[in-house]
């Protein structure tokens, strides 16, 4: 299989991606932005979740930065900015920061160092926990737990759902396909030999 | 934080996620189906992906089968089923086929064991090649390579992405939020200096 083809179509396998924009800083306070289609939930008690990231030059800063500070962010990305979002995955020399390269202004909140998305409508600031090379193939999964969120009330349910509809929430599918989903329906907790029934979004 | 508060909140914090029913079958024929949320792309070479699930009752089944048979598969989910695919999420007794349970056809690829999804469009068969508990939350971690595609060819552009609003893919965000997403532009490879690219879908 060519390499290009082999790419394109393993990236778009599992559907839809979570899409994310992960800001950090490094000690010098220079900062970094990468958009990232891998993060996952990794439980809800503590608040965890992994992201693997790369072994390549473009991604050094992120992990570098991640690794000496410790922390870092991701943000939602809107179809407003989709393509400026896009652009930070271009290979901007180190030292060089995204925020300004692709157009995005730095959200600071007291007493956390890695910079929020100020465009972004639902962000999360993260602590590291664990950083682990996998052997399998050289890539690195980071760990975080979730210390910091900032997004408006409005966007939260009654029972702690976030409407990523009402957020304008994109998503990714392969590569470069950008996506806007439209709700289709909320289920409630399944149980066997009941129905499955909606409930309110 | 009240406990399913935060269940629903820390799930949905990561927007759309990939949306999946993996399938497994055990030495002694009985299959087994369960939704997840967690399939998150490792490397296209070899084509490598990572799945997240919990040591819970209804897992184990799952997590048993593929340590068994060394096999799985991971099918996409369509807007006219979703409701079936999110009963799977319920606690059948081990023993008991999701499959049968929630009016799923098996569908199988010769010399591969574990089951496919016959009414999904997108189908990857796995084998597996790692399994690792993550210490920091007693969740497991299973890597899986792809060794088998089943979908339409008419779904594959010429240069291997796979159209997934053709193929009526579905997301989830949180925990049973369903999503059909719409297409908003796919954008070429970036570069620095130069400005994002719209390139046809």
Chains 1, 2 share one sequence.
């Not at 790369?54 to 870092?72: A, F, K, M």
């Not at 600071?108 to 993260?126: D, K």
């Not at 050289?138 to 975080?144: A, K, N």
């Not at 737990?145 to 304008?168: F, K, P, Q, R, Y």
């Amino acid at each position: 299989m060519e390499k290009r083809y082999r790419v394109n179509l393993v990236n778009s396998l599992n559907g839809y991606k979570s899409l994310n924009l992960l800001g950090t800083i490094n000690p010098d306070g220079i900062t970094n932005l990468c958009l990232v289609s891998s993060v996952f939930h990794l439980g809800s008690n503590p608040p965890l979740f992994g992201v693997i990231i790369r072994p390549e030059r473009e991604h050094n800063d992120t992990l570098r930065n991640i690794s000496l500070v410790g922390q870092y962010t991701l943000n939602n990305v809107l179809p407003a900015w989709y393509k400026q979002a896009h652009q930070t995955s271009a290979s901007y020399p180190s030292g060089v920061s995204e925020f300004d390269e692709c157009g995005f202004k730095k959200m600071y909140s007291q007493g956390f160092l890695a910079p929020f998305v100020a465009s972004s409508t639902v962000r999360m600031g993260l602590e590291l926990r664990e950083m682990t090379d996998l052997a399998i193939n050289g890539t690195t999964m980071v760990i975080g737990e979730v210390v910091l969120l900032m997004a408006d009330d409005s966007l939260l349910a009654d029972d702690g759902t976030i409407n990523h509809a009402a957020a304008c929430t994109m998503t990714v599918s392969g590569l470069d396909s950008y996506y806007l989903p439209q709700p289709v329906g909320r289920l409630a907790y399944a149980k066997p030999g009941v129905q499955p029934k909606e409930i309110e979004l």
